[in-house]
């Protein structure tokens, strides 16, 4: 079983960096998606990514040798890879009924059910203030979307819909990230998010609408370019930091994403108010963030002493 370095000072930064790539993304994929199905955005990114991480790997001679890949391997990839896959097009799907803060809102079920994986299935530790803070940070994620909570009772239409698509976007995504710790030993974590990243082009292609990208604006273009970087830049952060940060402790940082969110949605009204509608937050609202950022901080640092 793979053991993470422990190199905290390594594995922190790069959840951070994942937290800040996951919680603007939803505001970009929210405008995109007005031009763009699901499919076809997620084709896009995921084309991208594989592309640009496979020549890295191939400059660098260290693209998988898939005769070293036991048939166990193969058939964790392809649980990894309808995982992410459906977690991709769920969400993008989900963005229709919702909105960057509600879909960032929910989705943290998938650390939370990242956590519970960690601990369950690779007996990671968790101390006492570790599970303060995890409860302080669903406080905060309740107290944040209280206006909005009678709406999501109805799970036929509209925001009801939208969260059901996210809550089964968050449970294909904990898939994933728990065969991804499982896979790393025997694969570096860029040698499996490219295998990843070439398997879901190819199972998304017969789904795709590559055409529809010639009725994009200019601002839609380059925001699906970003789109493109930040899954590389994303992922590619997050596969790193399970390299050296247990799942429990990375799965707490990225709980931050919300917190980008909130504070790239006025930013983005601001610069395109004709694509995008900013979201009046109240006080309420706002003390709810701020208790999501103090429990996100507790579960990630409430070390053993011999962690320090």
């Given amino acids: 079983m793979h053991r993470a370095t422990g190199r905290w000072r390594v594995g922190l930064p790069l959840a951070l960096l994942t937290a800040f790539c996951w919680g603007v993304l939803p505001i970009a994929l929210t405008i995109v998606h007005q031009r763009m199905d699901s499919y076809t955005i997620t084709w896009y990114r995921v084309a991208v990514a594989s592309g640009v991480l496979g020549a890295i790997l191939a400059v660098r001679g260290k693209l998988p040798r898939f005769r070293q890949i036991t048939l166990r391997s193969w058939r964790l990839v392809a649980v990894a890879l309808v995982g992410l896959a459906g977690n991709w097009v769920l969400y993008v799907a989900a963005l229709a009924h919702t909105t960057p803060s509600i879909s960032q809102t929910v989705v943290q079920l998938s650390p939370l059910f990242l956590l519970l994986g960690g601990l369950t299935i690779y007996k990671e530790p968790f101390t006492r203030w570790q599970w303060v803070g995890l409860g302080v940070l669903i406080g905060g994620l309740l107290l944040f979307f ?13 925001i009801g819909l ?50 529809d990208l010639r009725g994009l604006d200019n601002v839609r273009v380059w925001l699906l370019v970003f789109c493109c970087a930040n899954t590389l830049v994303g992922y590619g952060a997050f596969a790193e930091a399970l390299e050296h940060w ?17 504070l790239g949605m006025p930013v983005a009204a601001h610069l395109a108010p004709a694509l995008l509608e900013p979201e009046h ?28």
Avoid: C
Wanted: charged share 10%.
């Fill in 162 to 211: 939208g969260v059901a698509m996210l809550l089964a976007s968050s449970l294909l995504w904990t898939a994933y990230a728990l065969v991804q710790k499982g896979l790393l030993k025997r694969l570096s974590s860029p040698q499996i998010l490219w295998l990843l990243y070439v398997g879901s082009v190819l199972l998304l292609l017969p789904l795709a609408r590559l055409g």
């Fill in 246 to 262: 247990d799942v429990s402790r990375v799965s707490a940082v990225i709980a931050l994403a919300p917190i980008f969110t909130v």
């Fill in 281 to 308: 937050l109240t006080l309420t609202s706002l003390a709810g963030a701020l208790l999501v950022v103090v429990g996100s901080m507790l579960s990630a640092f409430g070390l053993r002493p011999r962690d320090a």
């Fill in 146 to 158: 209280n206006r909005r909570l009678p709406e999501l009772v109805h799970v036929g239409a509209g």
